[in-house]
């Protein structure tokens, strides 16, 4: 019997802590305010066909709902504000809802969050005195059909909800909304759902320019913002708004709440006095988002914390209001060609153009290329590109340290060359990839010399090595790999050092009958 329970505790112990070595992900926000978009039976091919694993809509669409059946996607639906009401009021419009419009497609259609509301802190009127009431309506019909611990309630915010968030540490949340607040985040902690948040820092570089970079805003900065209360350094704004966010849920004492960004991005065109909604800000955002994301490197303040993130958004809405940027977020247009290249998966940038819809001149040239330091670039400038390649481009530049094959010649301008050429192929050999500031240069030369052999797009290893060297792994999956050996490591000590305790238990209960 004794043998028995330990089995059993011991695969229990295996699968809770398995479950805590998730990884982080990266979703889509399938936004649909537009009059010229895909059908959703096209959608979900187009969703497949880059991999794309998770997916938020906004309400619970039944014709989205049966095109993503079977198709392995896990999806977050919503309940729209203008709908609180009704479902704040009985818990039998939760129940009628539930039924007719969820359970005859689940399980088939991989449903996984439900927000309750969005961003209600915005809205003029008095909608949020609804959401909590609705959420908790929304559980109980869940939990009634059993699926509460299996599909996830919550809400989404904007920013706004703080009303300080600079520096980090001083993270608070918006007294005016402490009523509704503070029964909202008890929710959340009772039921271990998210706290769901939208983040932009582009909004914030275009509302304040004089106070934000465009490469702290891009996961480019070379220089770092310096928490004055904790000593925190930090080299983009996203971490620092998750920080934020972080330490107002803690100052309230919620330290168990995890975070989840339902919404980010970098719109791709604005109007003229939007002149960072470029193309290549896009990408750059995008990418290194997903390459900051994926690689499970946390926050400052939460190192290796892990973190789902949603882009925004899989398509450009022409009906949306506002500037020219809020109609111009998509990473596709309507008919599905790719508004710039990105990989969801982090693998790299590419095109994400169906080949279907691929013509003569749209894709990248066939002809291998490099990327190399500009002769004209100041030592300054490719010092600071050199570092943050290194650095938060996750290039592995051991090739160009002493005694190693790229070492010499031992000048800034080679090992800059180097580490600017591995960014460049595993990021898809784009213009972007080789911009560092206008200090990159493209060439169709093979810059390889001797023993120092410069990778080209597609190649899955560092090809650089001597006589005297083994072979180096690709810098993009070094960090991930390795997190996932310190996951599994941990985990197996955990159990281990548990098994342990066991046995002793029952070598000490032994020794009681002798």
């Known amino acids: ?21 998730r990884a982080s992900t990266i979703g889509v926000c399938y936004g649909r305010n537009a009059d010229d978009l895909p059908t959703p039976d096209k959608v979900a091919q187009l969703i497949q066909q880059h991999n794309i694993k998770y997916l938020r809509i906004y309400d619970s669409n039944i014709q989205v709902l049966k095109a993503f059946a079977n198709t392995g996607v896990e999806l977050m639906i919503g309940i729209t504000n203008s709908d609180l009401l009704p479902f704040s009021q009985f818990q039998s419009n939760a129940d009628t809802w539930l039924k007719n419009s969820i359970l005859p497609y689940y399980p088939a259609t991989k449903i996984t969050y439900i927000t309750v509301g969005a961003e209600v802190t915005e809205s003029t009127d008095n909608t949020s005195a609804l959401v909590v009431p609705a959420m908790r309506n929304v559980f109980t019909a869940l939990k009634k059909a059993g699926l509460h611990k299996r599909i996830k309630v919550s809400s989404t915010h904007s920013l706004g909800v703080l009303s300080r968030s600079f520096p980090p540490s001083a993270g608070a949340f918006n007294s005016s909304h402490a009523s509704f607040l503070k029964p909202l985040l008890e929710f959340l902690a009772e039921n271990r759902s998210p706290f769901m948040i939208d983040l932009y820092p582009y909004y914030a570089l275009r509302d ?63 109007s003229p006095k939007e002149t960072a909604a470029t193309p290549d800000n896009a990408q750059i955002y995008n990418a290194n988002l997903i390459r900051h994301v994926i690689n499970n490197s946390g926050t400052p303040a939460k190192p290796g914390e892990e973190l789902d993130v949603y882009i925004f958004s899989l398509f450009n809405e022409n009906r949306k209001p506002g500037l020219e940027s809020e109609r111009n977020w998509g990473l596709f247009y309507p008919d599905q060609t790719s508004v710039y290249n990105l990989d969801v998966t982090g693998k790299g940038a590419v095109d994400m153009t169906p080949a279907s819809n691929i013509t003569g001149g749209g894709g990248n040239s066939s002809s291998t290329t490099w990327c190399i330091a500009s002769t004209k670039a100041s030592e300054m400038d490719l010092q600071n590109a050199l570092d943050w ?24 301008l080679s090992h800059a060359s180097f580490a600017f050429n591995s960014y460049y192929q595993q990021n898809g050999a784009t213009d972007v990839a080789c911009s560092f500031g206008g200090n ?6 093979d810059p390889s010399y001797d ?9 899955g290893m560092n090809k650089t090595a001597s006589s005297n060297t083994t072979a180096m792994t690709s810098p993009s999956s070094s960090s991930s790999t390795q997190n996932e050996a310190f996951a599994w490591t941990s985990s197996f000590l955990l159990i281990s050092f548990l098994v342990i305790l066991l046995n002793m238990g029952e070598s000490m209960k032994s020794l009681s009958w002798i």
């Open 451 to 459: 023993n120092c052999l410069y990778m080209t797009t597609g190649v």
């Open 440 to 445: 990159g240069v493209k060439v169709d030369k």
């Open 1 to 21: 019997m004794a043998r028995g329970f330990k089995l059993i505790f011991e695969i229990s112990l295996l699968l809770m802590l398995l479950g805590f070595c």
């Open 389 to 412: 390649a290194c650095g938060s481009g996750n290039v592995d530049c051991s090739a160009v340290q002493p005694s190693q094959p790229c070492f010499e010649p031992d000048t800034l």
């Open 208 to 270: 304040s320019p004089s106070n934000v970079s465009l490469d702290y805003a891009l996961f480019q900065s070379s220089s770092e913002v310096i928490d004055p209360n904790t000593g925190l350094l930090y080299t983009n704004m996203f971490d620092a708004q998750i920080d934020a966010l972080y330490y107002a849920l803690m100052a309230l004492n919620f330290r168990t709440i995890k975070i989840m960004v339902t919404e980010t991005g970098w719109p791709s065109k604005g």
